[in-house]
């Protein structure tokens, strides 16, 4: 059981170049989102989709695209890349704990974007 | 203001110590709440959850106040592998996965 993947692991970008990073899972869960992490600010939410062919903006979506056309696959689009955009990111999709009905995030191990 | 605050720490204890880490949050509609454990240059993992009225989970031990929305979690006994970051993290609804996390709070152990 992989859970949750992301690819690539590592990317050095130059400014105005674009790329997409790849997030799946296998567990079939509906809800996926993508954070990016940056020191001293949390994990802050780019955006998230909630099944297939619905996404919707988090707090920080500017500069990124996201699609959801299948429930396995979430990927995160960089379209002109910016110096600002160096970050961590990490995709996750939810699960649902038994006792309280809470959703809490299983994490991909992340991939480490630097835009020079 | 922060929507989520930790104090960043560095704690820096030794093995068999007692710790505590708090955390506050501003939003008084916030519905559901963690703590999730962060390896260096690894992902969030969750440690567990925190119910109203307290739980615990070995020698680590969560507390929530709603009433001053405060969440704090106790290690206890630390061992070398506790060293990580503890991220605090609320969500608003129960039935999605938009959280907000706070930037978490390093905790290194010493021998």
């Known amino acids: 059981n992989a859970g949750v993947t992301q690819t690539p692991k590592f990317q050095v970008l130059k400014t105005g170049q674009s790329m997409t990073l790849q997030c799946a899972q296998d567990?079939?869960?509906?809800?996926m989102s993508w954070y990016r992490q940056d020191p001293g600010m949390g994990l802050r939410l780019i955006h998230y989709?909630?099944?297939?062919?619905?996404?919707d903006q988090g707090e920080v979506p500017n500069g990124y695209n996201v699609s959801r056309s299948t429930t396995e696959d979430f990927p995160l689009r960089l379209l002109s890349a910016a110096p600002s955009q160096t970050s961590v990111y990490f995709c996750?999709?939810?699960?649902?704990?038994?006792?309280?009905?809470?959703?809490?995030?299983?994490f991909g191990a992340g991939s480490r974007l630097t835009v020079l | 203001r922060k929507e989520v605050e930790q104090d960043p720490g560095p704690f820096n204890v030794p093995e068999g110590a007692t710790v505590a880490f708090n955390c506050t949050y501003s939003?008084?509609?916030?519905?559901?709440f963690f703590w999730y454990r962060q390896d260096c240059r690894k992902e969030p993992k969750l440690l567990m959850s925190?119910?109203?009225s307290g739980n615990e989970d070995g020698r680590f031990t969560a507390q929530l106040n709603r009433a001053s929305q405060y969440i704090s979690l106790l290690i206890r006994d630390s061992k070398l592998s506790d060293s990580a970051t503890y991220l605090c993290?609320?969500?608003?609804?129960?039935?999605?996965?938009?959280?907000?996390f706070g930037q978490g709070t390093t905790l290194q152990v010493k021998p």
């Open positions: 996750a999709s939810t699960t649902m704990l038994p006792r309280s009905g809470a959703n809490v995030l299983t």
């Open positions: 567990m079939n869960h509906e809800y």
């Open positions: 989709s909630v099944g297939a062919g619905i996404t």
């Open positions: 939003n008084s509609a916030s519905q559901s």
């Open positions: 925190v119910y109203s």
């Open positions: 993290v609320v969500s608003l609804t129960s039935n999605t996965g938009k959280l907000i």
